[in-house]
């Protein structure tokens, strides 16, 4: 089995990380950025095109209002910093999710970012950010709902592909290979639909701690796998 060409990640354990080293939160979180740049340059070596980053879900707006604030922040700086590094190596930045609740200034700074790395194609890197799989597929139901009531949908034209042209992922393929970091066992609400006949890698370490070693080995287990798709 080659390179997946589509690797997801739940970049879980960010918290614990740092409540072990008796530090806040948000530490965990700045410390979590060093393995995104990891992970980012080892998916460019091994050939991978689409990266897709669970940053921020639907969920999280329900933590304290500090860790929130916080996490914008970051998130805010690490646009700073990575935008030009972004557009000077061929990586592309696109979102996917409920963009338009997060703060104005983050909203800028991505649309900004985006723009600059517009006519990058080495490596499309996917921030899921304000996500849920659920609600990405009760927004699809609606632009499909909207299309009905104009008389512009027939019933039989309800596809499992006419489904996915309405996600945020409409143009990105599902992913090969989800990584887990933390050791947990669930999807978290996350690529509910694009994940049905994904490869899961579940590794105990804390996202701080996961390096480009740890993604290239995930590729490693990808590629012992052998991908059926309900086949025999």
Known sequence: MKTPRHVAIIMDGNGRWAQQRGLPRLAGHERGSKSIRECVEAAMEAGVEFITLYAFSSENWKRPAAEVTGLMLLLERFLDEKAREMKEEGVRLLTIGRTAELPKACQRKLADVINLTAG??????????????????????????????????????????????????????????????????RLSNFLLWQLSYTEIHVTPKLWPDFTKADFHAALEDYRNRNRRFGGV
């Open 120 to 185: 990058n194609d080495k490596l499309k890197v996917i921030l899921a950010l304000s996500y849920s799989g659920r609600t990405e597929i009760v927004d699809a139901v609606r632009k499909i709902v909207a299309e009905a009531r104009t008389g512009e949908l027939n019933e039989d034209a309800v596809t499992p592909e006419f489904i996915a042209s309405h996600l945020y992922t409409a143009d990105i393929p599902d992913p090969d290979l989800l990584i887990r970091t933390s050791g947990e066992m």
